[in-house]
């Protein structure tokens, strides 16, 4: 059968020949024969066969031809596997990351202003840490897609930093960062449709009990949650301290803004956290007023941030991109580390609506929880960057946008509130940044409650605010049983700069309430949906689209995995 396989591959029309809609399942069906069948041994065939299932598969990529020419050579693979193709273009992906990286730090030299080199240095900061994650999927092939989503998001987020200058038609440096990032991203995409084909699914980062998926909700309180009501994975030593009523005892350091604790900052107390720790590392905040920005590294896992109440334990800071600061460094809070949880704090950016883009709390961690917290700035104020990310009875305040990035999240519980921007300026709700159909990416607003701060209910007559406005060409937000207040203008959704309007996007609502809430006049775009199947609108709940890729917030924090 196999010399036949040679000879029917040799002799096979070309597959762009006779398309069908279900061209991807004959695809998949004949790859897993090729592979199957094809022998696996060193002889001068083999190159050549290789060569063949690589054009095939190339075809079905975004990007054929640099799929081609990034695989078909590759010398480190001479053995199919069902997974070998997959495998292959993500260590292609890793070797774009790695000369992406290598690049940018041959720039150092390069003569720049002030605003191209603070855009150059996000730059290099993201691809090392495209390189960081891609090297993960060595330890774990199934976490793959989303280490690829999110070195698209660290992509993004490069060439933002000359966009928010105004660089890109006139920095060589924008340039040469431009050319070098297509090449990386094509590669990407090029990946991440692979695994599309491939079995690959989010339930395979599902970690919650067989007793937690057949009830649908999960029902966990401090203080008072049994250890079955909290997620499985959850250690039994979490699980007793999201219990305690005495946190600050059990936390492993104590932040003190009068040298009560072991630390007097947030920063100092970050900076002593182990590297790669597999265990919760609690640093509890006692109140008090935190003029510093953070970052937390990628280095720096499960860190956890308890404060003693919002609007107590507040962490502020100003930087905007109108003090030359690009987006991604203005943020009071910024966070890599997987695993990081906050609760009870508040986080905010007081550059106010004049300084344009300015992040109160940025994170890119992956499993991320925020329960029982203030986010508050006007443009940009949260910045869900990458990874997956859960937000529990928050509240979140802003003006343009302030609800935006690349990141696959659920806002549940919570208020979302919208403050009176610049007089010349309307308000959009989310802004999301999604570039590739394939990126396991969306923002989801469940049961919340969207209204208007006191500024701008005095005048929001004169002014529009919307649901969102797409960041990206495949943007997908849901808002789905939430209050909509009357401050939504009867369109719903706003067009992005330059009037994008994609047919790809997908904008749903589903069985909202409130005065804002009627879709009769809203946007007629084809990625538009007033959603009326249960069934459409699980795909967007915590069970489907967080839990379902792997991950159950670890606060204790009672949910929903379902629709209401």
Not at 1 to 30: D, I, W
Request: charged share 20%.
């Amino acid at each position: 059968m196999a010399t036949n396989l040679k000879s029917y591959l040799r002799n096979r029309k070309s597959p762009n020949e006779g398309k069908t809609q279900n061209s991807k399942t004959q695809f998949l069906s004949l790859l897993i024969v090729v592979l199957v069948f094809l022998p696996v041994n060193s002889n001068q065939d083999y190159h050549h066969d290789w060569k063949t299932i690589v054009k095939w598969v190339c075809h079905q990529a975004p990007y054929p031809i640099r799929c081609v020419s990034s695989m078909a050579f590759n010398p480190a693979y001479r053995k199919p596997t069902l997974d070998i193709l997959s495998t292959v273009a993500v260590q292609v992906s890793l070797q774009g990351a790695q000369n992406a990286r290598d690049f940018a730090a041959s720039l150092h030299n390069h003569t720049m202003d002030e605003k191209e080199r603070a855009a150059w240095q996000d730059c290099v900061e993201l691809f090392k840490d495209s390189v960081y994650r891609l090297n993960m999927n060595t330890i774990n092939n199934d976490e793959a897609p989303i280490w690829l989503s999110t070195a698209l998001a660290n992509r993004e987020a490069c060439l933002n930093g000359f966009r928010d200058f105004n660089l890109t038609a006139t920095s060589t440096i924008a340039a040469l960062m431009s050319t070098t990032t297509l090449n990386l991203s094509e590669m990407l995409s090029n990946s991440l449709s692979m695994y599309s084909l491939s079995t690959w699914s989010l339930t395979n980062r599902h970690l919650l009990s067989t007793k937690d998926q057949q009830n649908g909700d999960l029902y966990s309180h401090y203080g008072s949650a049994t250890e079955e009501e909290f997620p499985q994975w959850l250690g039994a030593t979490e699980r007793n301290l999201l219990q305690s009523s005495s946190l600050a005892a059990q936390a492993n350091v104590v932040v003190a803004k009068d040298g009560s604790g072991n630390y007097r900052t947030i920063g100092e107390a970050v900076n002593a956290a182990p590297q790669q720790s597999s265990k919760r590392y609690v640093i509890y905040i006692k109140a008090g007023l935190y003029k510093e920005n953070i970052d937390i590294p990628s280095q720096k896992t499960n860190l956890m941030f308890i404060g003693e109440g919002r609007d107590k334990t507040v962490v502020t800071g100003s930087k905007s991109v109108a003090d030359g600061v690009t987006t991604f460094k203005t943020a009071t809070v910024g966070v890599s580390g997987d695993g990081f949880i906050a609760r009870d704090m508040t986080f905010e950016n007081t550059a106010g609506p004049e300084k344009h883009q300015a992040v109160a709390l940025r994170i890119g961690s992956d499993r991320s929880v925020v329960h029982r917290c203030s986010i508050k700035g006007y443009q940009d104020t949260l910045y869900v960057f990458s990874f997956c990310q859960f937000y529990s009875e928050v509240d979140i305040y802003g003006t343009v946008d302030f609800i935006f990035g690349y990141a696959a999240v659920v806002i549940q519980n919570s208020n979302i509130i919208a403050r009176r921007p610049l007089d010349h300026q309307g308000n959009t709700i989310t802004a999301h940044g999604r570039s590739d159909p394939n990126e396991r990416s969306g923002i989801s607003i469940h049961n919340c409650r969207i209204s208007a701060a006191p500024d701008l209910q005095r005048v929001k007559g004169s002014i529009n605010t919307y649901l969102g406005r797409p960041w990206g060409k495949y943007a997908r937000v849901v808002v789905m049983q939430s209050v909509v207040g009357d401050l939504i203008a009867p369109a719903g959704w706003s067009e992005f700069e330059g009037n994008l309007a994609p047919s790809t996007l997908y904008y749903g609502e589903y069985m909202n309430s409130g005065a804002g809430a009627a879709t009769s006049g809203r946007v007629n775009w084809p990625g538009y949906h007033v959603i009326t199947s249960a069934s459409e609108a699980s795909k967007f709940t915590v069970g489907q689209f967080i839990s379902g890729d792997g991950w159950i917030p670890a606060t204790g924090v009672r949910y929903t995995s379902g629709l209401k």
